[in-house]
């Protein structure tokens, strides 16, 4: 397997509506220069989609896989349970429960096959792609160099004393 082929991150996201809170993960990942696809790939209603996504990702390059889904959210645990890449769980804001549903689902797995699960919504979303650029860092010196410019400039802009 080599080293540095291996630096593509996947953004799936179980539904089109879910796309305003993955586009965070797409701006985090531009501005480090780290490559990615995105996807809309649905546990439930696109189950051979995910299925053939899933068994190939690591064949086809990808290092880490960004999962989005809200509601009963099982996207993520599904795709775990098929790949040994890590997989980031992004629980989206859902309209009834505000995201509760969703973080509890992703979180909240049993034993066995691990979802790293972030915040709901936009944090959750900015954070993933923060995480997976680490987890490439290990291997990518230069991933780990933006990174760590990103968090240097990050702690410059915050104000010693309040307006
Ligand atoms: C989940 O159902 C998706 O991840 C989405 O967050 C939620 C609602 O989907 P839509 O009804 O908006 O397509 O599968």
């Known amino acids: 397997m080599a080293k540095n082929k291996l630096k593509k991150v ?4 179980g539904s089109q509506s879910d796309y305003k809170t993955m586009v965070f993960c797409q701006k985090i990942l531009k ?6 696809e995105t996807k809309i790939i649905s546990a ?3 189950p051979k989609r995910m299925y053939e996504f899933a068994i190939n990702a690591e064949k086809n390059g990808i290092a880490v896989i960004i999962a989005g889904a809200g509601g009963s959210a099982h996207l993520p645990g599904m795709i775990s349970a098929l790949t040994s890449l890590p997989v980031l769980g992004v629980p989206i804001e859902s309209k009834k429960l505000k995201g509760l549903d969703s973080l509890l689902s992703i979180a909240q797995m049993p034993k066995g096959i691990p ?5 709901i919504g936009e944090d959750g979303a900015i ?7 680490s987890i490439i860092g290990l291997s990518d010196l230069i991933v780990k160099k933006k990174l760590n410019q990103f968090r240097l ?11």
């Open 153 to 163: 400039s990050q702690s410059k802009s915050i104000k010693k004393k309040p307006k």
């Open 31 to 36: 501005k480090l220069n780290i490559k990615f």
């Open 127 to 133: 954070n993933a792609a923060l995480l997976a650029a």
């Open 44 to 46: 439930h209603r696109t």
């Open 10 to 13: 996947s953004i799936i996201m």
């Open 115 to 119: 979802v790293g699960t972030l915040a």
